[in-house]
């Protein structure tokens, strides 16, 4: 019991560093334009997709650990924060290439649009620290206290990653095309 509360000790830093550090950074970043950089329009169904396979991951990982297949369900979640890592890293690359592109629609479309966009944010920050204590409570092999909070960060995370997608699909029409961007330039 002395060692997995030294792993859970160990990584509280770590957790509250990374929880409050990722979002400001991604803040700043997202006002932050790489002069002359050409606009990396390609990314967005990549990383709508990555959300999409992360949503069907996690009901794959939380299916696998019902069947008692552990080995597959640690493998999954290590995919899914991967995949929300590597999602990260390609959100932050396109807003700093590209200007973001403004919702088009009109009427109730625009609060429904709106009200899953702020949502996705607000859980998307919120997540950071739930991933992050569930993963460490299965290293410390605290699996009660694992499986107590895995279910308040499994439905979280799986809005976020279904509603990325979702963002993205209601957003995707007014994305400006590869030569609408090169014009806009000159």
């Known amino acids: 019991m002395e060692a997995t509360n030294d792993i859970e000790k160990k990584y509280k830093v770590w957790i509250i560093i990374l929880s409050i550090a990722i979002p400001l950074v991604v803040a700043v970043l997202f006002g932050v334009k790489i002069p002359n950089a050409k606009p990396l329009m390609f990314l967005p169904p990549i990383y709508a997709t990555i959300n999409g396979l992360t949503a069907v991951l996690l009901v794959a990982a939380v299916m696998a650990i019902k069947n008692k297949k552990v080995k597959l369900h640690e493998t999954l979640m290590k995919i899914c924060i991967g995949l929300s890592v590597l999602f990260l890293g390609m959100y932050v690359a396109y807003h700093m290439t590209s200007e973001s592109t403004k919702f088009g629609g009109e009427g109730l479309i625009k609060g429904i649009y709106f009200?899953?966009?702020?949502t996705h944010i607000v859980l998307s920050i919120?997540?950071?620290?739930?991933?992050?204590?569930?993963?460490?409570?299965?290293?410390?092999?605290?699996?009660?206290?694992?499986?107590?909070?895995?279910k308040i960060t499994f439905p979280i995370w799986l809005y976020v990653a279904v509603t990325g997608v979702i963002v993205y699909l209601m957003i995707s029409p007014y994305y400006k095309t590869a030569e609408e961007v090169v014009n806009a330039i000159q």
């Open 126 to 150: 919120a997540i950071i620290p739930l991933v992050l204590i569930t993963y460490v409570k299965a290293l410390a092999k605290r699996f009660d206290k694992h499986r107590k909070i895995a």
């Open 115 to 118: 009200f899953i966009l702020i």
